[in-house]
C-alpha cells in the first residue's frame, strides 16, 4: 500500500512540474523539474527513489526519452563521419577517473573508498542533456548528435567498468553478460542502420505501430533480462521504429514523450535525502567533487580538435551524470562511508542540475 501513495504521489508532483516549466519559461525546464523532485518529493514528502513504483516510473521515462531521440536520428549522417565520439568518451571517462580519484583522495578518504567513487562515477548522464535540446526543439546541433552517440560509448564503457566492480565485489560474474548483450546490440544497429541509409518505408497503420510496439517489447525484455541500460534499449528501439513510423506518427509519439521524460527527471531529485544536516567539510567536499565532475569532462572536447562548432557546449552537454547516483554509487554504498557516498551523490545531482542553464545559454548565443 505505501508503495502504491508513494507512486500517486510521484505522479502528483510530476505533473505540478510539467505545470510549472509552462510558466517558468525564464528557467529551464529540466531544472525545474528536479528541483521539485528535491523539494517536495524528498525534503516535504519523503519519496524513496528505489521504491518499486517510482523506479519503474522513473526508468519508463528514461526510455521515453532516448526512444524519441533514436525515432529521428540517423547514425550515418554526413556531420558526424568527421567526429570520433568513441575516442571522445574513452578520453572523458579517463580522465574522470583519475581526477575524481585524486580529489576524493585529497579530502581524507582511504585509497580504497576513493577508488570506487571513482570508478562508480565515471559515466555521464547525456538524458540530462539530451532532454535540455530536446526541450528547445528538434535535436539540429551537431554538439546534441555526437553527445548522443558519445552517450551511448560512454554507456558501454560504464556498463564494462561497473560490471566488473560488480563481478568483483560480488565474486560472480553475471554482469558482464550485460555488457557482452549491449555490445552485440549497439553494434548491430550501427550495421542496420548504416544499411537502412535513412530510408523510410510505407505501411499500414496496424503494421507500423505492429512493428514499433515488437521493437520496444524486444529490448525492454533484454533490459529486463540480461540488464541492457535504459538509455541503450531506447535508443536501438526508436532507431528500429523511425523507419516505419510517418512523421505524424512521430509527432504523437514526441508529445507522449514530452509527459513521461519528467518522470525520470522529477526522479533525480529524489536522490537527495535529508535524514540529517550537512556539515561545512560535507559542502566543501560536495563542491570539490562537483567541480571535479565537471571540469575532468573536458577532455571530452579537447580530443575533437575543429570537429565541433562549440565546443564549450559539447563539453557540457556530457557533463550531468545524476543516473549514476541511482547505480554505480547504489552499488558500492556497503563499502564507502555513508557520509561519502551522500556527498558523491549531491554532487552528481548537482551537475546535472546545473547543466542545463549551461545548455540553454549557450544555444541561445549561437543563434
Known amino acids: ?5 508513494q507512486s500517486i ?14 510558466f517558468m519559461r525564464f528557467f529551464p525546464t529540466i531544472a525545474i523539474q528536479i528541483i521539485i523532485g528535491i523539494i517536495l518529493g524528498s525534503a516535504l514528502l519523503g519519496l524513496n527513489y528505489n521504491s518499486p513504483g517510482i523506479k519503474l516510473l522513473a526508468d519508463l521515462g528514461l ?15 554526413p556531420e558526424l563521419e568527421s567526429v570520433t565520439p568513441a575516442r571522445s568518451a574513452a578520453a572523458g571517462i579517463a580522465a574522470s577517473f583519475v581526477l575524481v580519484f585524486i580529489l576524493t583522495l585529497g579530502l581524507g578518504n582511504p585509497a580504497k573508498s576513493a577508488l570506487l567513487i571513482a570508478l562508480a562515477t565515471v559515466s555521464t548522464s547525456v538524458s540530462v542533456a539530451i532532454y535540455s535540446f530536446l526541450s528547445m526543439g528538434p535535436i539540429e546541433h551537431l554538439e546534441a548528435k555526437v553527445a548522443v552517440i558519445a552517450g551511448l560509448f560512454d554507456d558501454l564503457i560504464g556498463l564494462t567498468i561497473l ?4 563481478s568483483v565485489l560480488s565474486s560472480s560474474l553475471a554482469g558482464l553478460l550485460s555488457l557482452f548483450i549491449s555490445l552485440v546490440i549497439v553494434i548491430s544497429t550501427f550495421r542496420i542502420q548504416k ?13 507500423r ?5 515488437l521493437a520496444v517489447l524486444v529490448l525492454l525484455a533484454l533490459w529486463k533480462e540480461f540488464g541492457l541500460t535504459l538509455a541503450i534499449a531506447g535508443f536501438v528501439a526508436g532507431a528500429f521504429s523511425g523507419p516505419v513510423l510517418t512523421k505524424k506518427d512521430q509527432r504523437v509519439l514526441g508529445r507522449i514523450s514530452g509527459f513521461l521524460g519528467p518522470l525520470f527527471l522529477v526522479s533525480l531529485g529524489l536522490l537527495v535525502k535529508f535524514n540529517r544536516a550537512f556539515t561545512f567539510s560535507e559542502l566543501i567536499a560536495v563542491v570539490v567533487l562537483s567541480l571535479g565532475l565537471v571540469i575532468s569532462k573536458f577532455a571530452n572536447a579537447l580530443v575533437l580538435p575543429g570537429q565541433l562548432n562549440d565546443r564549450i557546449l559539447y563539453w557540457f552537454s556530457m557533463v550531468p551524470r545524476a543516473e549514476v547516483a541511482g547505480i554505480g554509487l547504489v552499488l558500492i554504498a556497503p563499502y564507502v ?10 554532487a552528481v545531482v548537482l551537475t ?16
Open 352 to 367: 546535472s542540475l546545473l547543466i542545463p542553464f549551461v545548455i540553454s545559454y549557450r544555444v541561445k548565443q549561437g543563434k
Open 1 to 5: 500500500m505505501a508503495t502504491v501513495v
Open 63 to 77: 526510455f521515453a526519452i532516448f526512444f524519441q531521440v533514436g525515432l529521428d536520428f540517423d547514425l550515418t549522417a
Open 195 to 207: 544499411r537502412l541509409g535513412g530510408r523510410s518505408f510505407e505501411l499500414a497503420r496496424k503494421r
Open 9 to 22: 504521489e510521484f505522479i502528483f508532483i510530476t505533473a505540478l512540474a510539467l505545470l510549472s516549466a509552462r
Open 337 to 346: 562511508s555513508a557520509s561519502l557516498e551522500t556527498e558523491a551523490v549531491v
Open 209 to 213: 505501430y505492429l512493428l514499433s510496439g
Open 163 to 166: 560490471a566488473v566492480l560488480a
